[in-house]
């Protein structure tokens, strides 16, 4: 693969720049979405618990009363089949829930030492094989493939898989005759606009606007305080949703 060098403009290093700036607000907003399940990831479990336990009773409901409207015993072994049936994708994402709030609340926080080598490590490599800056590498699904570990390395502070990344980048470059220089690149200005309206969305939208709430303690309370509210009044309609299922005449006990 051969590598057009040419020196590098002004636009060219704007460009770069944009990207890396990207690249690292995307971060930003990821550390910022796993800061704010630490926070309410339980207490936003509970209330999905509760959702999830609002929408079994009413399944329950409209299967009954479908069966009771036609005039048909309502059997506990076919209501549990079905619910079963109709409740295991709820069931599984509620799962997934309770697997990320726990993995995220017992994961290590990375030194600032280590945050600055994460930060040196990436940009090297983004100059050597983002695939914005090296497109003429883009194809190559080698490079693809460590292009992909890099980011999920960086967005998770993974040192040293981003170590192990810088060496067998390196490599592969240089065992292809590779040169790690700089490139021309065709609509500068077009991409330039393109990644400074990413930005924007980026920083205007959740998970990065999270960021606003967890700087502030009051706003942090008034969260947890609607989350509570939320779960109160899922309890109370199941237990209104608990005496409609009670009205039925269920052949085997039901709870």
């Not at 209330?47 to 009363?65: L, M, P």
């Not at 072994?77 to 409740?87: F, K, P, R, S």
Request: hydrophobic letters at 35%; charged letters at 35%.
């Amino acid at each position: 693969m051969a590598i057009v060098k040419t020196e590098k403009t002004t636009e060219y290093e704007e460009y770069e720049l944009l990207l890396l700036r990207r690249d690292n607000l995307r971060k930003e907003a990821e550390q910022f979405h796993l800061n704010y399940l630490r926070v309410f990831g339980d207490l936003m479990t509970e209330v999905f618990q509760q959702k999830v336990e609002c929408i079994r009773r009413k399944k329950i409901i409209a299967y009954c009363q479908k069966l009771a409207n036609r005039g048909a015993d309502i059997n506990r072994a076919d209501l549990d089949a079905y619910i079963e049936q109709v409740m295991a994708e709820y069931r599984t994402e509620l799962e997934q829930m309770i697997r990320t709030v726990s993995a995220i609340k017992n994961s290590g926080k990375i030194s600032s030492y280590d945050k600055k080598k994460v930060k040196e490590i990436y940009y090297r490599l983004v100059r050597l094989i983002h695939p914005d800056i090296r497109p003429e590498l883009a194809q190559d699904e080698v490079i693809r493939d460590y292009w992909q570990r890099i980011v999920v390395a960086y967005r998770h502070n993974d040192i040293e898989e981003l170590e192990e990344l810088d060496v067998l980048v390196r490599t592969y470059l240089k065992q292809h005759n590779i040169e790690a220089g700089e490139i021309s690149l065709s609509n500068i200005k077009e991409r330039i606009t393109a990644i400074e309206k990413e930005i924007q969305t980026i920083i205007s939208t959740d998970p990065y606007q999270y960021r606003f709430i967890l700087e502030d303690k009051n706003a942090v309370n008034d969260r947890k305080q609607e989350l509570k509210d939320e779960l109160k009044s899922f309890r109370e309609y199941g237990e209104q949703l608990d005496e409609v299922i009670s009205s039925f005449n269920i052949r085997g006990f039901y709870a």
